[in-house]
């Protein structure tokens, strides 16, 4: 399977010209034999200067092969051992990088954690990079941000996407189940992060295009269609699963952001991953995504229902809650970037009439999604997490993450106009 990236930049209805940046991508047994061919190409035919990022564990999977096939290729292979996308991680691949000395490109074989690794630091040093996947995990290979705990917070840092993705079916397939989960998970977290996207939209105008949501769609018909295949190794299920991923992160290359992939969802994973309710957790991204994923879903539907029964009220505005900041955000330094995050506040964009006016039209967005007994289903079908228990939390942990986590980052998300509704409480304890 090639994807045609030039479909994506032709005009749009929504009026704007999107870009891609990435030149090339390819899904495919045995794909990582076009490698030396792809090389060849004008393009990257000056590249003369060659360095594979990797783990240990991504070295054995699928780094020989890439080592075998790039005469001249240098090589960076990093501890998996609590390796991550942090300020560690980018050090310990800084060292490798200064002891090499001269390089104008890089391939990145791994999952999220090593891509995020290598794109910050191509950034850093403005060369392109390869992205050969070794597992279905994340939606964030072809991302230009790179996400990472840094020093404690969780950020966002402008970085770079591959120019080519070589995604080789007999290479990522053997991955470990958890890591296919994962991926499905992360993707599974479209359905809010859509609805956000939509709900803000009809609220305040906010920017939306059609035709991203519709990507976002069909790459979630693609899991959907994969499900049954992955737990028995089905070729065409993890190619369409790795398809699906790749077509969320062109979805934020078109936006310039990750809107369309990123909600609620993601905010409960990045308050989870702060440690601001608990210590470390060692978990993949995507199945903190999908823990925050049923809940979210959980507590929306929960609205939904509330909204469609009957009277309610809202507030005439919803101030930043400084003091809840001030006790819970309480690391040091960390209530002062919170605030920062939050300021100006983003609920004032938001007439709150407009939550009464349009509940029929809120309510009907919210059930697009699939209720949490749904998604566990199909969470289930991988083997994957699902529940704060299996994150080794207990139950209340529910009421404060949806409480704190739409303060981690300046989005307008449904759980945060949730604060608006006078059965906030009681929707978020369900």
């Known amino acids: 399977m090639k994807i045609d990236v030039n479909q994506f930049l032709k005009p749009c209805s929504c009026g704007r010209k999107h870009e891609i940046v990435v030149d090339d991508i390819i899904i495919d047994s045995g794909a990582i034999n076009q490698l030396p061919e792809i090389l060849k190409r004008p393009a990257y035919a000056d590249k003369k200067s060659l360095v594979m990022i990797c783990d240990e564990n991504t070295y054995e999977a699928a780094g020989k092969q890439v080592e075998a096939l790039v005469p001249g290729l240098k090589k960076?292979?990093?501890?998996?051992?609590?390796?991550?996308?942090?300020?560690?991680?980018?050090?310990?691949?800084?060292?490798?990088?200064?002891?090499?000395?001269?390089?104008?490109?890089?391939?990145?074989?791994?999952?999220?954690?090593?891509?995020?690794?290598?794109?910050?630091?191509?950034?850093?040093?403005?060369?392109?990079?390869?992205?050969?996947?070794?597992?279905?995990?994340?939606?964030?290979?072809?991302?230009?941000?790179?996400?990472?705990?840094?020093?404690?917070?969780?950020?966002?840092?402008?970085?770079?996407?591959?120019?080519?993705?070589?995604?080789?079916?007999?290479?990522?397939?053997?991955?470990?189940?958890?890591?296919?989960?994962?991926?499905?998970?992360?993707?599974?977290?479209?359905?809010?992060?859509?609805?956000?996207?939509?709900?803000?939209?009809?609220?305040?105008?906010?920017?939306?295009?059609?035709?991203?949501?519709?990507?976002?769609?069909?790459?979630?018909?693609?899991?959907?269609?994969?499900?049954?295949?992955?737990?028995?190794?089905?070729?065409?299920a993890y190619e369409d699963?790795?398809?699906?991923?790749?077509?969320?992160?062109?979805?934020?290359?078109?936006?310039?952001?990750?809107?369309?992939?990123?909600?609620?969802?993601?905010?409960?994973?990045?308050?989870?991953?702060?440690?601001?309710?608990?210590?470390?957790?060692?978990?993949?991204?995507g199945e903190k995504v999908g823990v925050g994923l049923v809940l979210s879903s959980k507590i929306y539907h929960k609205a939904a229902d509330k909204m469609l029964a009957g009277e309610f009220k809202v507030k005439d505005k919803m101030p930043i809650e400084e003091d809840l900041i001030r006790e819970k955000f309480n690391k040091p330094g960390m209530f002062d970037i919170i605030m920062e995050e939050n300021t100006p506040n983003l609920l004032e964009q938001v007439d709150s009439k407009k939550l009464i006016e349009h509940k029929e039209e809120i309510a009907a967005i919210i059930n697009e999604i699939p209720t949490d007994e749904e998604l566990i289903a199909m969470i289930n079908k991988v083997e994957g997490v699902k529940s704060l228990e299996d994150l080794g939390f207990d139950e209340s942990y529910q009421v404060e993450t949806a409480r704190l986590s739409p303060y981690v980052r300046a989005r307008i998300t449904f759980m945060r106009l949730l604060k608006f509704y006078d059965f906030y409480e009681e929707v978020i304890s369900c």
């Open 76 to 236: 960076i292979v990093l501890n998996p051992d609590n390796l991550h996308a942090n300020e560690h991680g980018v050090e310990a691949a800084k060292k490798g990088l200064d002891e090499i000395g001269d390089v104008d490109m890089m391939i990145a074989v791994g999952s999220g954690t090593v891509h995020d690794i290598t794109r910050f630091h191509a950034y850093e040093m403005k060369i392109p990079f390869f992205s050969v996947p070794t597992a279905a995990s994340v939606d964030g290979f072809v991302s230009t941000v790179a996400a990472m705990t840094w020093h404690g917070f969780k950020k966002s840092f402008t970085a770079v996407s591959p120019v080519v993705v070589i995604a080789d079916t007999d290479i990522f397939k053997k991955a470990p189940l958890r890591l296919t989960a994962s991926g499905v998970s992360d993707l599974l977290g479209k359905y809010t992060a859509l609805a956000d996207w939509k709900i803000t939209h009809l609220l305040t105008g906010e920017y939306i295009c059609k035709e991203i949501c519709d990507m976002e769609y069909q790459a979630l018909d693609s899991l959907i269609s994969s499900l049954d295949g992955l737990k028995t190794g089905d070729t065409k």
């Open 241 to 285: 699963l790795m398809y699906g991923l790749l077509l969320s992160g062109l979805a934020m290359q078109m936006t310039g952001n990750s809107r369309p992939a990123s909600g609620a969802e993601h905010h409960m994973s990045h308050l989870w991953e702060m440690e601001v309710l608990n210590d470390y957790i060692d978990f993949y991204h």
